[in-house]
């Protein structure tokens, strides 16, 4: 067991810095991503590390948040919830037409259709998805797909457009000593744990990122613009690249060949529609386009905030919206799914009492 972690770490690891060699975009995540899903394609044996090791990931990178966050920050992000509000709403909706037309052509169940098609996290849809009666593979299926070609695709985007010089910040950091990143390692941890007991979203990332804030914000603990040292960031974005690919199986995609190219085709439909999305909302409130596209695709929380850090652009605003559409979707949908249930349990009753 420990050397199938071992070698999969190694190869992720080889991914990392063979894309950090051509000056890649977010290369740590993407190498380590792209190398496990070509391992899968191919029939690599033994690829493997255990669940902890992402949700290590994602304490990191909520602890990296954690550490950049101001009151100026708050502010910018309380301020913003009616454009998340309506971001949210129509993201929704042109999901919602890419599920009427999966529902259409490939003649799938409702409940099947919309949570494939709906962006909130992959593994809370699945079980939302799965509760209320859909097909856990399909569902899987779509959101692996939605989930890889987005990491894939953005972080390129937004490094090679034109404004992206420009939103360049030039911010002095300190890279905490050893003590300091041991204390806020274990503070952003106990908030992790204390966050997943409280069932709340995306709990490893949040509740690091929530600890770490109250102690940036309120204590000199840690200084003024601290950083964790790079070597962890990149150990997370390794652990979270690596665990994105894994759960790209090979034998899924031979036995589901209709469903991967139809989802693949839906999540590219969606790509667009909120890259218009987001550049009309540059527009209108004169947001950097950079922070506009990261805030509205429908990657995951820690990567697109990930690839806010590496781009420039405001990470916390990021994460707020990416936080906001979570929260939103995973409330009206977990609500919807239980209602449904609720519904056809009452409907087969009278049937079976009556039989």
């Known amino acids: 067991m420990l050397l199938r972690i071992l070698f999969t770490l190694l190869l992720g690891s080889l991914g990392g810095w063979l894309f950090a060699t051509i000056h890649s975009p977010l290369p740590w995540l993407l190498g380590a991503l792209v190398t496990t899903v070509i391992c899968n394609m ?45 971001t949210t709403i129509l993201t929704i909706l042109i999901s919602l037409v890419n599920a009427w037309i999966f529902y259409k052509i490939c003649r799938v169940d409702g409940i099947t259709a919309i949570f494939s098609n709906i962006p909130g996290g992959l593994s809370e849809m699945v079980s939302v998805g799965q509760m209320a009666g859909g097909n856990q593979q399909v569902i899987t299926i779509f959101h692996s797909i939605r989930a890889i070609s987005v990491v894939l695709c953005t972080p390129y985007l937004v490094a090679f457009l034109p404004t992206h010089a420009a939103i360049q910040t030039a911010t002095t950091e300190h890279v905490l000593g050893i003590g300091q990143t041991v204390m806020i390692l274990v503070a952003g941890l106990i908030g992790a744990l204390i966050a997943s007991r409280c069932y709340i979203p995306a709990p490893f990332l949040l509740g690091a990122l929530l600890v770490t804030a109250l102690i940036s914000m309120n204590t000199s603990l840690v200084g003024e613009s601290p950083a964790l040292p790079s070597i962890l960031v990149q150990g997370a974005q390794i652990f979270i690249g690596v665990s994105i690919g894994l759960g790209f199986k090979r034998e899924d995609i031979v036995k589901n060949r209709r469903f991967f190219l139809f989802g693949l085709m839906h999540s590219l439909f969606l790509f667009v529609m909120v890259i218009v999305l987001a550049i009309g909302i540059s527009y209108v409130t004169a947001t950097d386009i950079v922070t506009a596209i990261l805030a509205t695709v429908p990657g995951g929380l820690a990567e697109m905030s990930l690839t806010a850090l590496a781009t420039g652009a405001d990470p916390l605003l990021v994460t707020a919206f990416h936080l906001f559409r979570l929260v939103l979707v995973l409330t009206l949908f977990s609500f919807g799914a239980r209602a449904w249930t609720n519904y056809h349990s009452r409907i087969k009753q009278p049937k079976e009492t009556s039989a």
């Open 42 to 86: 191919l029939g690599v044996k033994n690829l493997w590390i255990p669940r902890w090791f992402r949700q290590a990931g994602l304490t990191v990178i909520g602890i990296t948040l954690g550490l950049r966050m101001t009151s100026e920050i708050v502010d910018t992000m309380t301020g913003h919830v009616g454009l998340m509000l309506i």
